[in-house]
């Protein structure tokens, strides 16, 4: 075979290596996106988990494994509380107990005696007069575009460093959460997109509400995202959240700071019960009407993925809205907030009059691609926006905000506590809870 400039022109050899060059070039700048590598691995700065009235957890992953030192000191600087790993391990929680309710703390993550991380929390205050602030969010587990090249030769040490950005609308999020300073916060599901694999976390979740997690609890809900690998495992081995006597595990929960009680459910259908409605026999349900029954909280704020009503693409849940609501409107729950819907909605009637109803709050605009709304019967407020709500409580009075990212206000809500039908009727199925409601100032 013979290469040469035109027809008929001699074999000119400095053309073939050209060609051969460029082409060579191509093959090799192409492998560069080829996704041969494996994910880069996760690690995490220091985050808080399941602080209590006189203990709390700090959490880090780490690249390999490794053995790491807590110490928790008091406003005073007084060491308190220590605890280190008995082993090398990636997945540290560090837990110190013996604190005091409702005060202000210190903490400082070590390894081998350098500090790798250091943040500081307050404990949960045991007295109901004591205010309580929270925020909530759902659906915040939108990724940038580089994620989905991180195991491509080209970005895989640019992913693997952190030197690429999260998204920017989580990221937005995480900030006024942080900015905010809740006592702790709420997530209302779908962590992590598309498979609730640690491999997204990072970018995910860790990074853009690093600056959050570092000095207030997350407690998260599992959403559908977050179980279509392994089932949720993936997710679960990521917090240390506390476990229920129903199902052994966290994939339910309840906790208690000051006057809220929060009882989070898990109602993604990975319990083999009842088809995976969830009524009565169904392991969410037991576990809430056992909560629901024994506890006196003067708030109590439910919390599970799915929307019982829809004014988006979801549309309403039968199962919930026939066992959840009469179920939660019998003790007299203070909210039921959810979110798999990627916008705000209100459903519920105006607190006060005749036919007032628990408001179902859906709180998805965490950062994915947003979804359309419709007006609904029912619905008092709906907005196509990216979001996040806080939760303020003060006595006898529960005030929730939607927050738009540009600071703007989508939708108040404030509730009260006090005398009334709806007191009695606590009274009649919950003697302790509304003796710790009529004791509200």
Not at 394 to 420: F, K, M, N, W, Y
Request: overall charge negative.
């Amino acid at each position: 075979m013979r290469l040469s400039n035109a027809p008929g022109a001699a074999y000119n050899p400095s053309v073939a290596n050209r060609i051969l060059r460029r082409a060579l070039w191509v093959v090799a700048f192409g492998v560069l996106w080829l996704p041969v590598l494996d994910d880069p691995p996760l690690f995490s700065g220091a985050y808080l988990q399941n602080v209590t009235t006189d203990g709390a957890t700090v959490a880090m992953i780490t690249g390999s494994p490794t053995r790491l030192a807590l110490e928790v000191r008091d406003g005073t600087g007084g060491l308190v509380g220590a605890a280190s790993d008995a082993a090398d391990v990636r997945r540290h929680g560090l837990r110190v107990e013996g604190l005091r309710p409702g005060e202000q703390y210190s903490y400082v993550l070590t390894e081998d005696g350098t500090e790798l991380a250091a943040g500081e929390f307050h404990t949960a205050p045991a007295s109901d007069a004591a205010p309580v602030r929270f925020a909530f969010v759902g659906d915040s587990g939108g990724q940038p575009w580089w994620v989905w090249l991180q195991t491509a030769p080209i970005l895989h040490l640019p992913a693997r460093w952190h030197w690429l950005p999260p998204a920017g609308t989580v990221a937005a999020v995480g900030a006024a959460i942080a900015d905010y300073g809740p006592d702790f916060v709420l997530h209302l599901g779908d962590i992590v997109y598309p498979w609730g694999r640690h491999a997204q976390y990072s970018s995910g979740f860790f990074r853009p509400f690093g600056a959050a997690i570092a000095r207030a609890p997350f407690y998260p809900v599992l959403g559908n995202h977050d179980v279509m690998d392994t089932g949720g495992l993936q997710t679960l081995s990521n917090f240390h959240l506390p476990d229920n006597p129903v199902t052994g595990d966290s994939r339910c929960y309840s906790f208690a700071f000051g006057s809220v009680r929060v009882i989070a459910l898990d109602c993604t259908a990975m319990f083999d019960a009842v088809n995976g409605h969830v009524e009565p026999g169904h392991p969410s349900y037991e576990f809430l009407a056992a909560e629901l029954a024994t506890r006196s909280e003067p708030w109590i704020v439910v919390a599970s993925h799915y929307p019982m009503r829809s004014a988006s693409r979801q549309r309403d849940r039968a199962d919930l809205l026939q066992h959840l609501r009469p179920l939660l409107e019998s003790y007299g729950a203070t909210v039921y907030l959810s979110g798999h819907d990627h916008c705000y909605q209100r459903f519920g009637s105006v607190p006060g009059s005749e036919k007032d109803r628990m408001p179902l709050i859906v709180s998805g605009g965490g950062g994915k691609s947003l979804y359309d709304v419709l007006p609904t019967p029912g619905a008092l407020k709906l907005a196509k926006a990216y979001h996040w709500c806080s939760v303020e409580v003060a006595g006898r009075t529960l005030r929730i905000v939607a927050h738009a990212l540009d600071g703007s206000i989508l939708d108040e809500l404030e509730l009260q506590q006090g005398p009334g039908p709806a007191l009695e009727r606590i009274r009649a199925i919950n003697p302790a809870r509304a003796a710790r409601i009529d004791a509200l100032d």
